[in-house]
């Protein structure tokens, strides 16, 4: 009972003989089904335009050659694909229909496996991947691309959509997403895993390349004309860009927020692997109140399951399960409020049996939610349950109301919804509430499955499904274009449904009560519907189909456009199970990869830049470390000799100085005047005490030249030290009064001499003096001489032995004695007068001889010397220090300089190899095919 589309595109079934376009001709090329006779689909068109250019056997298409000139829809696109198996040409009959539907299915299925095989390794390679990133990001942080902002577009505003739905995991961007002008169609996206996936379609490699050449870049880190999709770090701060406050922050705070975005990333991944290797799908059976859903899930079933009534009554969402699942045992699972159902633990849910599904349905303050277990009777190649290839729930919700339209929605929106069927009231149409959720549904599924119910009950079926029809087209437009497939006007009363067993809610163990009023169903018996008339009735009330039979015939009729409507379901939900399931990884892991690969080529590229930087570092940093330590050495050489040569020429010049001033020291002018022959005591005390200060005046004058050597050692350290550390050298103020600070009265009390009597005369001068004037031989000559001498104070005794000589003995005898005691007297009080000249001679050479003792010269010429050592040490332990840490902190530098050219070394190395690795796995993503089994394979399965 199919139609044509009375909009026009007449729309053949998969089921009839009617919906193969093309003619049969026996050994020619093979043919596909299509769905759409006047407009070949999309997917058909483009399997067929694949096929024209295949040889039929596979593998020939180079990737992307053909597909270059054709619009190809994002992987995530929530589109209606048509059949793609094969006829076999001659073969029409319901048998060899049958049989193709489920070689269709099994086909199919073998092309999901290798799909999902291949997806799973892929997410395992990412995973590992990532991981690997993660150490390595530990070591050498990553360098996260700013992102360069194009000047705002006009701000284009798309009344279609409306912000809530776009992203789950991403927030920011929307806005962006919001203002873009409409260029071309963008896929649906489904929540949470469509992250980004508008920026797929390019890759941010290649996007790089156009970038805006103006705006140049605004730091040193490299910039990115797009942002990431998922590595993206999520930063809020008032007032300041995301990339700002990326770019405020440390290079290792940032390698830990990309540590955790990458944690995020494992985590989805892991969480779409579990999805694609989930094998079940679930089925949401939702629609106004009373429009027949439970009904229509009892008829898919074969079996009154669900209670079913004239007035309101599933206020709970029922998930209807194959017995298998709960170890074969039939029975009902209620989940209170509050409760994750977890079919292992008991405490999540009570367990009821399947007669008391009546009492639960109804009772939503009690029970959140049920899950029921039942044995699905059908035969597997019917079964909807348990069909062999994929384990199916069906899930029938509260009908739509203010109070049940956001929850239904919520749960539409669940990843593991894979296909939402919409019953409809053939009678009432859609109500508000239905619209509402229909249009909002319609971004997440952009293909719903339409159950028009209730059909049997309308005498215009015609102007029924034209108005159906017509608001379908404008609540989710790709439906109506799929109409023949996805809308289905049918009576689910008209199935015949077996009982519950132990009188399930449909009727007892005989199955004969129905607690239905209008319907009087037995096991396995039509239900009949309440209209009789003779209007056409079918799918799309073809105009010129024939009137349609009364009784039996009419009870056929609907039980056929039932069996279609449950091909067309099942091939809906097996392949849609493929996209909902399949797609979002695959998006997911194009977008991924997509970033690693942009993060790695960045990384590569600034890691290699590192290497150049600190290869060239090393290169100038060796010879200054060689130069730096050549010059503490020699500097070092020449601060020591310096040093020695200095103390060295001070002790020679305070010894040479010392020495000289002490032995010359009764020569020169000591200032002291002799009081006379009664002071010739104190006299000797002065002249001491002036000899001891001009000894330690001469010490003094020693240490002022050596303070004069010091300041010019110091200055020359200086200059050694600016000389070699420059800016680093610490210049030292140096104090030369500081030095030779030791009490210099100390000598007075060391020399310990008194002159004595002897001091005063001097015995040996005296001597010298006679005999100079030997050879004067008169007394008068001696009394002239003596008595002229005698003031004079020399040759007293020349003048005694001449007086004896001239006077003769006798004579001399009288003489003798007045001549002795005048020699006596002379001589004395000549030796009285010379006292200023003699005792200074006798006290120098006392002093001298004291000195030499005391080791004088020697001790304070080491002094002396030793301080200015002393002095001249410090500057130069300073220079040495500064010496030493100037090669200290060379050879730091080299080292880490060592260090980061082997990290970078190192980074070059595996950024390079994660560009080719990353952009490997995703190759192999972006080869999945979901959209069908190849051409080649298809063919080869029709050869
Ligand atoms: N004539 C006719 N009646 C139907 C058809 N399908 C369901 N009904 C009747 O419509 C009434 C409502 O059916 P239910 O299946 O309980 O409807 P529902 O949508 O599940 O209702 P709630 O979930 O409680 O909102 C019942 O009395 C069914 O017997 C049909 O195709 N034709």
Redesign the pocket.
């Known amino acids: 009972m199919s139609g044509n589309n009375p909009f026009g595109s007449g729309y053949a079934t998969p089921g009839s003989s009617r919906s193969y376009s093309g003619d049969r001709r026996g050994g020619a090329r093979p043919q596909y089904m299509t769905v759409g006779a006047g407009s070949t689909s999309e997917s058909a068109a483009r399997l067929q335009a694949m096929l024209d250019e295949d040889s039929g056997y596979g593998g020939s298409r180079a990737d992307g050659e053909l597909m270059e000139n054709v619009w190809n829809p994002g992987p995530s696109e929530d589109r209606f694909t048509p059949d793609h198996t094969p006829i076999k040409p001659g073969e029409s009959n319901a048998a060899s229909e049958n049989e193709r539907r489920i070689v269709a299915s099994h086909v199919h299925q073998l092309f999901y496996n290798q799909n999902r095989t291949a997806l799973g390794r892929a997410i395992n390679q990412t995973v590992e991947t990532l991981r690997k990133l993660q150490e390595m990001n530990a070591k050498w942080p990553a360098h996260y691309p700013t992102v360069q902002r194009p000047p705002s577009p006009p701000v284009l505003q798309r009344p279609d959509i409306r912000p809530g739905l776009q992203h789950t995991q991403s927030t920011a961007g929307n806005d962006r997403e919001l203002v873009r002008p409409p260029s071309r169609p963008q896929p649906p996206r489904r929540a949470g895993t469509s992250l980004g996936e508008h920026q797929s379609a390019e890759s941010s490699v290649a996007a790089e390349a156009k970038a805006p050449e103006v705006a140049p870049p605004r730091l040193v880190t490299p910039q990115l004309a797009q942002e990431f999709s998922v590595l993206k770090i999520e930063l809020k701060m008032q007032g300041l860009a995301q990339s700002e406050i990326v770019h405020s922050l440390e290079k290792q705070s940032v390698a830990a927020l990309l540590d955790n975005q990458i944690n995020n990333s494992i985590r989805h991944l892991f969480s779409l692997r579990e999805r694609i290797e989930d094998t079940s799908s679930k089925v949401l059976v939702t629609?106004?109140?009373?429009?027949?859903?439970?009904?229509?899930?009892?008829a898919l079933l074969r079996r009154k399951v669900?209670?079913?009534?004239?007035?309101?009554?599933?206020?709970i969402f029922c998930e209807v399960l194959d017995v298998s699942e709960n170890a074969g045992i039939e029975e009902v699972h209620a989940i209170p409020h509050g409760h994750v159902y977890n079919r292992n633990d008991e405490s999540t849910y009570s367990v009821f049996a399947l007669k008391q599904l009546e009492g639960i349905?109804v009772d939503s303050d009690r029970w959140s939610q049920c899950k029921i277990y039942i044995k699905d009777i059908r035969p597997v190649d019917q079964s909807l349950l348990n069909n062999g290839v994929v384990d199916i729930a069906l899930i029938?919700?509260?009908?739509l109301n203010n109070d049940s339209l956001k929850t239904t929605a919520v749960f539409a929106r669940q990843e593991e919804i894979d296909v939402v069927v919409f019953?409809v009231?053939?009678a009432n149409h859609f109500t508000l509430s239905a619209k509402e959720f229909i249009f909002n549904a319609a971004r997440e599924k952009a293909y719903m499955f339409m159950v028009v119910?209730?059909?049997?009950?309308i005498r215009d079926k015609r102007r029924c499904q034209e108005m159906i029809l017509k608001q379908i087209n404008q609540l989710s437009p790709a439906t109506f274009k799929e109409s023949s497939e996805l809308v289905h006007f049918?009576?689910?009363?008209?199935i015949p449904v077996a009982a519950g067993p132990g009188g399930g809610p449909g009727g007892g163990p005989s199955g004969g009560g129905s607690s239905?009023?209008?319907?009087g169903s037995s096991d396995n018996t039509p239900?009949k519907?309440?209209?009789d008339d003779d209007e056409p009735s079918g799918k799309h009330g073809e105009p010129g189909s024939p009137p349609k039979k009364k009784g039996k015939g009419k009870e056929k009729e609907a039980q056929d456009d039932f069996n279609e409507l449950e091909v067309s379901l099942r091939r809906f939900v097996l392949e849609k199970r493929a996209r909902s399931k399949l797609a979002p990884a695959k998006t997911y892991l194009n977008n991924v990869l997509g970033d690693l690969t942009t993060l790695a080529t960045v990384n590569r590229d600034v890691a290699q830049n590192e290497l150049d930087r600190v290869t060239e570092e090393l290169k100038q940093l060796e010879p200054v470390y060689e130069q730096s330590k050549k010059a503490r050495s020699e500097a070092d050489d020449e601060v020591a000799a310096g040093i020695e040569e200095t103390a060295n020429e001070v002790y020679t010049l305070t010894r040479d100085t010392l020495t000289t001033s002490i032995s010359r020291v009764a020569e020169s002018d000591l200032g002291v005047q002799y009081p006379g022959m009664f002071g010739a005591y104190s006299y000797a005390d002065d002249v001491k005490a002036a000899m001891l200060s001009q000894v330690a005046e001469t010490v003094r004058w020693c240490e002022e030249r050596a303070r004069e050597k010091t300041v010019t050692g110091v200055s020359s350290i200086k200059s050694l030290g600016l000389l070699h550390l420059g800016d680093e050298y610490v210049d030292l103020t140096f104090r030369s009064e500081k030095m030779f600070r030791s009490r210099r009265d100390a000598l007075a009390r060391q020399v310990e001499f008194e002159a004595d009597i002897w001091d005063f005369f001097d015995f040996a001068s005296l001597w010298e003096r006679q005999e100079k004037v030997a050879g004067t031989s008169m007394a008068v000559t001696v009394a002239g001489v003596v008595g002229g001498r005698m003031l004079g104070g020399v040759g007293w005794l020349d003048g005694a032995m001449t007086a004896t000589k001239i006077v003769g003995t006798n004579n001399l005898r009288r003489v003798i004695l007045p001549g002795l005691i005048l020699s006596v007297v002379l001589a004395a009080s000549y030796a009285i007068s010379q006292i200023p000249h003699s005792l200074p001679k006798r006290l120098s050479a006392k002093l001298a001889a004291q000195l030499a003792q005391l080791d004088y010269t020697h001790s304070n010429s080491t002094r002396v010397s030793g301080e200015v050592r002393r002095a001249l040490k410090y500057p130069a332990d300073k220079l040495r220090e500064g010496l030493q840490k100037s090669v200290e902190s060379l050879l730091e530098q080299r080292r880490e300089t060592v260090k980061v050219r082997v990290e970078s070394e190192v980074a070059r190395k595996y950024f390079g190899n994660l560009v080719r690795e990353s952009a490997e796995i995703r190759t192999r993503v972006q080869r999945v095919d979901l959209e069908g089994p190849t051409p080649g394979i298809v063919g080869a399965y029709e050869a």
């Open positions: 629609g106004d109140l009373n429009a027949g859903k439970s009904t229509f899930c009892n669900l209670p079913e009534d004239q007035q309101p009554c599933t206020s349905v029938d919700a509260p009908g019953v009231s053939a119910n209730g059909f049997d009950n049918v009576s689910s009363n008209a239905s009023a209008s319907f239900r519907g309440e209209d």
